[in-house]
């Protein structure tokens, strides 16, 4: 079956720059979302179809996919964007929906 | 605004069905364009999409629980449901609702619940 592999975690200093990938067979030919999940919250569409921004989500957040990766950047990081990151697709050969294991972004 | 609230029990012996309903406001469960879907999230772990249901009742589960699993709606109340037979320990998460389109299968979840935990545990 399909597997989306993300790093457990990211570690980045307020003002940098955060990606966070996640990897999978020829994900490039998927659309990948990304979620964003704080603590004791439900998650959010922070990225949809690859790139897309939701209206409320700032542009410092930002999606690219190509071939086996898919990367969420985050621009500009600050304290408010320390949470778990989560990608997902769906894969049509099971019809799943399919999550990554998810990335902690932390703010040093 | 579209909101989605669960609802249920939160603790369930193990050996015994787990139930919730999800009650959808600010919006029509009967429109054509959505799924309805339920994604768990056992303690310190990652989602996991469990199924999703159309309003006319139409399903399609996760095959990874599809032998303990039912899904059904009720468009009078706008709301639908979850139950899952034969629960144990590994079944404890945080369990949501959320919204995913019926025509764009890449489409993502959105929105969501706020979420409710249920704990197995006799």
């Known amino acids: 079956s399909y597997v989306l592999t993300q790093p457990p975690s990211v570690s980045v200093a307020p003002g940098q720059t955060a990606r966070i990938t996640c990897g999978g067979n020829?994900?490039?030919?998927?659309?990948v979302h990304w979620y964003q999940q704080k603590p004791g919250q439900a998650p959010v569409v922070v990225v949809y179809?690859?790139?897309d921004r939701p209206s409320g989500i700032p542009e410092r957040f930002s999606g690219s996919n190509s071939g086996n990766t898919a990367t969420l950047t985050i621009s500009r990081v600050e304290a408010g964007d320390e949470a778990d990151y989560y990608c997902?697709?769906?894969?049509?050969?099971?019809?799943?929906?399919?999550f990554g294991g998810g990335t902690k972004l932390t703010v040093l | 605004h579209l909101q989605l609230q669960e609802s249920g029990p939160g603790l369930v012996k193990p050996s015994e069905t787990l139930s919730l309903t999800c009650t959808v406001s600010?919006?029509?469960?009967?429109?054509?364009?959505?799924?309805w879907g339920w994604v768990r999230q056992p303690p310190g772990r990652g989602l996991e999409w469990i199924g999703s249901?159309?309003?006319?009742?139409?399903?399609y589960y996760n095959p990874s629980l599809k032998s303990r699993l039912t899904i059904s709606v009720d468009t009078s109340k706008n709301q639908f449901s979850l139950k899952l037979s034969s629960v144990t320990a590994a079944d404890t998460a945080v369990y949501y609702c959320?919204?995913?389109?019926?025509?764009?299968?890449?489409?993502?979840?959105?929105?969501w619940g706020q979420g409710t935990l249920v704990t197995v545990s006799s």
């Open positions: 997902q697709v769906w894969d049509s050969s099971s019809d799943l929906r399919l």
């Open positions: 020829n994900i490039g030919s998927k659309s």
């Open positions: 249901i159309y309003y006319s009742g139409s399903t």
């Open positions: 600010g919006g029509s469960i009967s429109s054509s364009s959505y799924y």
């Open positions: 959320a919204r995913h389109s019926y025509y764009d299968s890449d489409a993502p979840f959105d929105p």
């Open positions: 179809d690859d790139s």
